[in-house]
């Protein structure tokens, strides 16, 4: 069937070139969330000190936990339409994205509505340090209220990638960048609004680029292939019982990392806000590695999907190793990068000689972590191109409420290594993915599988 609109057939040309073309526009997208992320982190660390750092790295680990799951919805959106269009069954993408949209929407408007009630409960269990405590709530009650605009805008980025489309996403993202830079300067720089202004910043930026994004898509609907009928939204029983059987897993696999995070960084905010801020900026340092790591594993799986789909079992072996060759590189040049240069790069967050001093003591910690995605990337680009919904569900519990846990807990509380203890055990937790996948792949166990469009 030739292509139409949106829609591009991943089944064909040599893998390098498509996976890079396809992969490009992801990691620009990434790479301006990325940015518009961390100027939060930069513009609060410059303004508003050590404290403000704290608050915003607590409140946005708090509302990660929750927009993880609605990731696991979006990537089980991005399978199922690569799969159907691999299977040729693209008359059905109609009624498939209408569910997904609305599912989408629902959850939302529940998580949402949990974590505005729930906040106070959440940042005590966190132990978040009293100087950052306001801050961190009203960062974390002010995000609540766009969850809508975060889940509508990671299922349209879903859909668009499943079908071959990874450009129109990354057009959208520069915009809301843009904004959320501009918005975080007038907020905080200017009007002094603190963590409230990084969030208000944020969600006014993901909000306007949804419906930017939303907007495109309805002026163009014959070529998306969902047609925006009131009727097409309504739920319908095979898309989402497939949903459900790849989300839910999908979702315990993502937010099972965010809620391992969570009783880590439990135990670190009990050092104080210097240990709290340096924690905060290495998991944006970690956001830089998965610029990459996250286009690579997105594109992958859509053509892992489509390749599947279509029975082409010789295209799923070959992603899986361009994946992880092309990943290893990148991940290996930053490596050496923070590891030369520590002060440099957390000095562009915050000055706080306590925070310069543990840049040292992180920076092997960040290394380690930053090889980890080399083996996660090509593990998860290939169980999600699959819909191997078990397969994510063991993961998801094995790596964030085993193997992090456990080793945190041993290394910084049994052994009694303290905070380098905990930074290390939720690191080294990562390459639990490269034990457990990498075999299953070289096995062939997974040639048997269906396609979830049959």
């Known amino acids: 069937m030739a292509d139409k609109g949106l829609i591009r057939d991943l089944t064909k040309g040599k893998i390098a070139p498509v996976l890079l073309t396809l992969a490009y526009p992801v990691m620009l997208s990434n790479l301006l969330q990325t940015v518009y992320s961390m100027a939060d982190m930069v513009i609060v660390g410059q303004f508003e000190g050590s404290t403000g750092l704290s608050a915003v790295s607590i409140g946005g680990d708090l509302i990660h936990l929750f927009t993880f799951i609605g ?29 997904l949209f609305s599912i989408s929407f629902l959850t939302a408007v529940l998580l949402s509505m949990l974590c505005l009630t729930s906040a106070d409960t959440f940042l005590n269990m966190l132990h978040a340090p009293a100087a950052s405590y306001a801050g961190a709530l009203s960062y974390t009650l002010c995000s609540s209220w766009g969850m809508v605009f975060i889940f509508g805008y990671n299922m349209v980025s879903a859909i668009l990638r499943g079908m071959g489309d990874s450009k129109h996403p990354m057009y959208f993202i520069v915009f809301a960048s843009v904004m959320n830079i501009l918005l975080d300067l007038l907020f905080i720089g200017s009007f002094h609004m603190g963590a409230f202004g990084a969030a208000l910043a944020t969600i006014m930026s993901q909000g306007t680029s949804l419906l930017l994004c939303l907007t495109y898509l309805y002026r163009h609907r014959d070529a998306f292939a969902f047609d925006f009928r009131p009727a097409s939204f309504r739920i319908r029983r095979k898309p989402l ?44 340092m970690n956001s830089i590695a998965l610029i990459v790591a996250n286009a690579l594993n997105t594109s992958g799986s859509s053509i ?46 915050n000055n706080d000689p306590e925070v310069l001093r543990l840049s040292h003591v992180y920076a092997p910690v960040a290394a380690i972590s930053f090889m980890g995605f ?53 690191v080294i937790a990562s390459y639990g993915y490269g034990l457990v996948i990498f075999p299953y792949f070289f096995s062939n166990a997974w040639l048997n599988r269906k396609s979830v469009a049959e």
């Open 241 to 284: 019982m497939t949903m459900l059987k790849l989300g839910l897993p999908i979702a315990v696999q993502t937010s099972a990392g965010s809620i391992s995070g969570l009783f880590v960084s439990s135990f670190i905010n009990t050092y104080g806000v210097a240990a709290s801020a340096v924690t905060g900026v290495g998991n944006k």
């Open 374 to 426: 080399a083996v996660r990337s090509p593990s998860l680009a290939f169980i999600n191109g699959l819909g191997q919904a078990k397969m994510n569900f063991f993961m998801g519990v094995t790596e964030g409420f085993i193997l992090r846990i456990g080793l945190t807990y041993l290394l910084g509380v049994i052994l009694g290594f303290g905070l380098q203890g905990f930074w290390y055990g939720s």
């Open 71 to 99: 990731m696991g919805f979006a990537t089980a959106g991005q399978i199922m339409v690569s799969q159907y269009i691999g299977a040729g069954k693209r008359e059905e993408l109609n009624s498939v994205i209408g569910t």
């Open 304 to 349: 892992i999907g489509q390749s599947f789909g279509a029975g082409r079992i010789d295209r799923v072996r070959s992603v899986f190793f361009h994946v992880f060759c092309f990943d290893l590189i990148f991940v290996s040049l930053i490596s050496l990068g923070i590891l030369t240069f520590p002060e440099q790069v957390f000095s562009l967050f």
